[in-house]
């Protein structure tokens, strides 16, 4: 069938849209908002005998499960490797037999995340694909998919698949802790009341787009922008950096806060925005710091944070946005739909073509 963009003047601005439906749906198929409990899909091998995990993805895909490396060690206590697929399937890295090897891709095409899963196969790795194209080779060739129920995502900049990832992402966590014994009924919880919530928090946000477009002005003339951020706002940072490159064809970079003073702060000055992703959980106060050396500078930094966030900020911030206050565990989450909209609007104001954007291809099935 045909898919329009309805009311909405691109796909990508469409499908940031829909996040709050697709992702809503996409916790459906394993969170139970009553029990407050989640069930994975049944899966050929033991999860509680997994010993390490690896995942390996491309793009957007692959910050995707740079946030999930944060949550399986942190709720599962299972040590995680990420590896970009092609630096992966040449390195040829030693695999003792038994690990599990997840594989993320929208498409379920992609030509170097398929060699990685060949390769892993052929060392004996226990294979899951995360696909959103249930009849994809990714998918058929591994052992078992989770999948996301993002719809067909027409953008090339990848905005509700990546979300929907994060989600599974999020459950598998869950999933493998509770096999593992390593998380309690009580985290659980919470855990899935965080991400039942999760849908309606970012719908609360969407409805703010205006403020965003007020903020993606002050940067559409910048030549390059920093982002920060710190454990799962890290690769969210890292995210809106990509996202920015790929459609407004500005330079960006996202780096781990922490690293600011081994280099990027070299960069600082009045003309570099630093797009700051700072919810309150227990590394505010550290990236706030940052910030004020970024400030002290003269760097005209756009934090979001939350309410309590944006208020403890000493020297208030050149633009800041109060975002709704979320559980830190799905904050990355929430925290991927405003440097979405920034990208977006930032190339709405360059006037660069959002959804076919320059020399970059949907699906990359050749290397
Ligand atoms: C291309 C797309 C990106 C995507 C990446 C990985 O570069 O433009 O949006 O993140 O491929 O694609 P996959 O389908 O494997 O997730």
């Known amino acids: 069938a045909m898919i329009g963009k309805g009311q909405h003047r691109h796909f990508m601005l469409k499908e940031i849209f829909e996040q709050p439906e697709v992702i809503g749906g996409t916790l459906n198929t394993m969170l139970n908002p009553a029990e407050r409990t989640i069930t994975l899909p049944t899966l050929p091998f033991d999860l509680a005998s997994v010993g390490r995990v690896r995942i390996i993805a491309c793009g957007t895909s692959y910050y995707a499960g740079s946030v999930a490396k944060y949550w399986i060690e942190k709720v599962a206590r299972l040590p995680v490797e990420v590896d970009i697929a092609s630096e992966f399937r040449y390195r040829e890295p030693p695999m003792e037999p038994g690990g599990l090897a997840i594989f993320i891709s929208q498409s379920g095409e992609t030509a170097d995340t398929l060699a990685a899963l060949r390769y892993c196969r052929a060392n004996h790795q226990h294979t899951l694909a995360l696909v959103n194209v249930p009849e994809s080779t990714i998918s058929r060739e591994s052992e078992a998919t989770l999948l996301t129920l993002a719809g067909p995502e027409i953008g090339v900049a990848s905005t509700k698949a990546f979300t929907t990832q994060l989600v599974v992402l999020a459950c598998l966590a869950v999933g493998l802790g509770r096999a593992r014994g390593a998380i309690t009924r009580e985290t659980e919880a919470t855990i899935c009341q965080a991400l039942a919530e999760t849908p309606a928090r970012i719908a609360e946000f969407l409805r703010r787009d205006d403020e965003i477009h007020q903020i993606a002005q ?44 081994h280099g990027p702060i070299a960069l600082i000055d009045d003309s570099v925005p630093v797009i700051v992703i700072c919810p309150t959980d227990e590394l505010y106060e550290k990236t706030a710091s940052n910030v004020q050396e970024v400030m002290a500078r003269g760097g005209r930094v756009v934090f979001f944070s939350d309410q309590e966030g944006v208020g403890r900020l000493a020297t208030p911030a050149h633009a800041a946005m109060a975002l709704p206050t979320v559980h830190p565990f799905v904050a990355p989450i929430l925290y991927a739909i405003p440097v979405q909209l920034l990208a977006y609007h930032v190339a709405i104001a360059k006037g660069t073509d959002v959804d076919q954007p320059r020399n970059l291809a949907k699906s990359v099935t050749v290397e």
């Open 218 to 261: 002050g940067i559409a003339e910048a030549r390059d922008v920093l982002y920060l951020g710190r454990g799962t706002g890290y690769p969210i940072a890292l995210e809106g950096a990509l996202k920015l490159k790929e459609i407004s064809y500005i330079h960006a970079e996202g780096y781990a806060a922490g690293e600011l003073k």
